[in-house]
């Protein structure tokens, strides 16, 4: 079954898998031209998704992602966007790299978070990781 799409417009795509219930974000080449503002008010968006569909798995491709967020970003996320993952139940976080993209063990962690994230480089190992919840 296709991933049926959410929402879409120039810098990302929304995708929800009934089956998997992967939600997931499929961001675009033209986030080479947006802002910090930008980027907020599309993982806020994200976030009501997320928060609608109790969604237990997130998927972020982040192979075109080409916005380089500011010093506060990271903080911003995660008191506004990560405590609204965590108050929908999400367990498991990937992110899909390019596949030439080297992963760093302690590039998925984050403080504050409740659910385990991992980056991938291939998409069907990411769905297994993401799809082997208990």
Request: hydrophobic share 40%; charged share 25%.
């Amino acid at each position: 079954m296709k991933p049926a799409q959410l929402y879409e417009d120039k810098y990302l795509q929304i995708l929800w898998d009934d089956q998997t219930r992967i939600i997931s974000i499929d961001w675009k080449a033209a986030t080479s031209a947006m802002t910090d503002e930008d980027f907020k008010m599309e993982l806020t968006l994200f976030a009501k998704q997320v928060e609608e569909r109790r969604a237990p798995r997130i998927l972020i491709d982040v192979s075109k992602f080409h916005h380089r967020p500011g010093a506060e970003i990271g903080e911003w996320r995660l008191k506004n966007i990560s405590t609204r993952y965590n108050a929908a139940g999400v367990q498991r976080f990937a992110f899909l790299l390019s596949k030439d993209s080297q992963i760093s063990p302690m590039a998925s962690q984050s403080e504050g978070e409740q659910f385990l994230t991992q980056s991938f480089n291939n998409d069907e190992q990411a769905i297994a990781w993401l799809t082997a919840l208990n």
